[in-house]
């Protein structure tokens, strides 16, 4: 692992990833007007959201204009499935991508070669950012196919002219002989399961004979702490990469090495912040909902797409050079967050508060029941083999430490259940963290 | 000195698991000399003494069950009324040492008893010294076989 006081910076695109505010926001402008003119009569969904608010595309005249426009949806994309929002002739699709479908029927979109080159650029300059160039080997342990995680992590491994090893998802024996075998010095896959490689490594004692160097990191929320962790086992760097695939997929946004934000893309997409009630733009630093314009997309692009994550947004220009803004971890998701007993709960939170213990592996799942009409929340959580004890006055000690910690931490009370290590499912894409088993309908 | 190792196992409430301990076991022909079996409302605790604690853990380990190997002490208690009261006596209020728990086993000749404690050596050299008997590993893996 290096730090950050010893590591070079490298910037793929500095004309596009360190311009002025102005400079950028010119940028914006035009490629706004650009796009509006590109959808309306085009797409009806936007002909008619336009018209009904009385707007005509002479009326965007900047990017201080797109609070006129209207909002897209996920549902608004479903209705249109798959390809109502196309802005292209048939002849001019290269590719379709997915969403990886976690509820209900998928996310269809498509793309122009030109949509998949500026989407490759963007995870090019996010693999710089992680100190790759075209000297290293990126294995790749997204899922290839209609998910966006293995094809835009192979997309920009070929921008960066680096060698890709599509490995997809599963067979972890398997990846970690190819890790070794072919002298990966990077490695792409989903925060859960690179700490399950993490713990697979060590377990194998391969640490030390792999050549990693970074994990780029993405597609679910992760903790600093769980960052830390993978870092500390595996003596690597990990990034996190944040992308959508109504948006493009990964590569939207990344974080630099001083991990102070995920640096936007900004001259392609344009990130705004909203109030979570009254969509209203709330201040610098201050949460709401994250919502994507795609500035340069031909295929479909999306106009203030609301992406449901939480975040906050920080113009100032960064220790790296680049004056990118920057969006924070995210704090959640709208539709992530539980409301158990009146209070908000994400599930991130618990991670951090797990992390915090030591004794325990970010391993967790949440069980929500409603006993008696009470929500009752019970934590599963692994007990770290070297803190295991065979006293029982031990275990009980460490699941009320547990407990008063998370009951701190969430402002409510909690159940904890201790499992025996490695029973919770190990998940090879998206973690499972949540059981709702209230029906509340 | 004098101390053996305990291979205890922690079991979460749920049908077959310890079933899953004791077959697993059986058939890597680990034989379970001493058992105590502790429950509570979340879990279990296993703990054995057996012909080969190290087997024990790793044949375990390779299903999928974590186990760990503790010292404790295997006091031989003569068949004579307060033995044991005079056993404790000497570690407890003569040495200071702190009894975690203890379970007995029997053995044809005499009683034995093991006992967890913060310090299991010190423990047994005690129980030595006050003129009792305690198993050497060897010996009690191989008790009763």
Do not use: H, I, Q, S
């Given at each position: 692992m290096i730090t950050d006081d010893r590591w070079t910076e490298r910037i793929r695109d500095p004309k596009a990833e360190c311009m002025s505010r102005d400079e950028r926001a010119a940028l914006q402008g035009e490629k706004l007007r650009d796009l509006v003119k590109r959808v309306y009569g085009v797409v009806p969904f936007y002909t008619e959201k336009m018209k009904a608010l009385g707007l005509e595309p002479g009326d965007i005249k900047g990017i201080e204009d797109i609070g006129k426009l209207p909002f897209t949806t996920k549902e608004d994309l479903r209705e249109n499935?798959?390809?109502?929002?196309?802005?292209?002739?048939?002849?001019?699709i290269a590719r379709v991508q997915g969403t990886s479908g976690t509820t209900g029927k998928l996310t269809v979109m498509a793309y122009t070669q030109k949509d998949v080159d500026v989407w490759g650029e963007c995870v090019a300059r996010c693999l710089t950012m992680a100190g790759?160039?075209?000297?290293d080997r990126i294995h790749v342990c997204y899922g290839y196919g209609l998910f966006t995680g293995g094809m835009g992590l192979d997309f920009g491994a070929q921008k960066l002219g680096a060698m890709a090893i599509p490995m997809s998802a599963g067979n972890t024996k398997r990846q970690l002989m190819c890790m070794e075998d072919f002298g990966a010095t990077a490695f792409a896959c989903t925060p859960s399961y690179a700490m399950h490689l993490a713990e697979a490594m060590a377990e194998a004692g391969v640490v030390d004979h792999m050549k990693i160097k970074a994990g780029v990191c993405g597609a679910e929320p992760w903790t600093v702490e769980m960052r830390k962790k993978i870092e500390e086992i595996m003596k690597i760097n990990c990034f996190d990469i944040y992308g959508l695939c109504e948006i493009t997929?990964?590569?939207?946004a990344m974080d630099c090495i001083h991990h102070e934000g995920l640096h936007v893309h900004a001259d392609h997409f344009y990130p705004e912040v909203l109030d979570v009630s009254t969509h209203e733009p709330v201040g610098e630093g201050e949460t709401g909902e994250l919502v994507f314009t795609t500035l340069s997309k031909e295929a479909v692009p999306l106009i203030r797409?609301?992406?449901k994550d939480l975040t906050s947004i920080n113009y100032e220009t960064c220790k790296c050079g680049r004056t990118t803004p920057r969006i924070s971890?995210?704090?959640?998701r709208t539709d992530d967050m539980k409301v158990i007993r009146g209070v908000n709960v994400f599930p991130t939170q618990v991670e951090t508060a797990l992390l915090g213990i030591g004794e325990v592996i970010p391993h967790y799942l949440l069980i929500i029941d409603r006993e008696n009409n009470m929500d009752v929340l019970t934590v599963m959580v692994e007990v770290d083999e070297k803190f295991f004890s065979d006293e029982i006055r031990k275990l009980d000690a460490l699941r009320n430490k547990i407990g008063s910690v998370l009951r701190e931490a969430l402002g409510l009370s909690v159940r904890v259940k201790l499992v025996e290590p490695k029973t919770i499912e190990r998940s090879e894409g998206k973690a499972k963290r949540v059981i709702d088993n209230r029906n509340l309908v | 000195m004098s101390t053996i190792q305990q291979l205890s196992v922690f079991l979460e409430n749920r049908e077959g698991r310890l079933d899953e301990v004791l077959t697993t076991l059986g058939n890597n022909d680990v034989n379970i000399v001493a058992l105590s079996l502790a429950d509570t409302t979340e879990y279990g605790m296993l703990r054995m003494i057996v012909s080969d604690p190290q087997k024990g853990k790793e044949v375990l380990r390779a299903v999928g069950i974590t186990s760990m190997l503790t010292p404790v002490v295997a006091l031989r208690v003569p068949h004579a009324t307060g033995s044991l009261s005079k056993a404790m006596h000497c570690l407890v209020?003569?040495?200071?040492i702190n009894v975690e728990y203890m379970y007995a086993f029997a053995n044809g000749k005499d009683a034995s008893a093991v006992l967890k404690t913060d310090e299991p050596e010190r423990a047994a050299e005690i129980l030595v010294s006050s003129g009792f008997g305690v198993w050497e590993a060897d010996e009690a893996y191989k008790a009763n076989c």
């Open positions: 499935y798959p390809f109502g929002f196309l802005a292209v002739p048939n002849e001019k790759l160039t075209a000297e997929g990964p590569g939207v797409y609301r992406t971890k995210f704090k959640g | 209020v003569d040495g200071g």
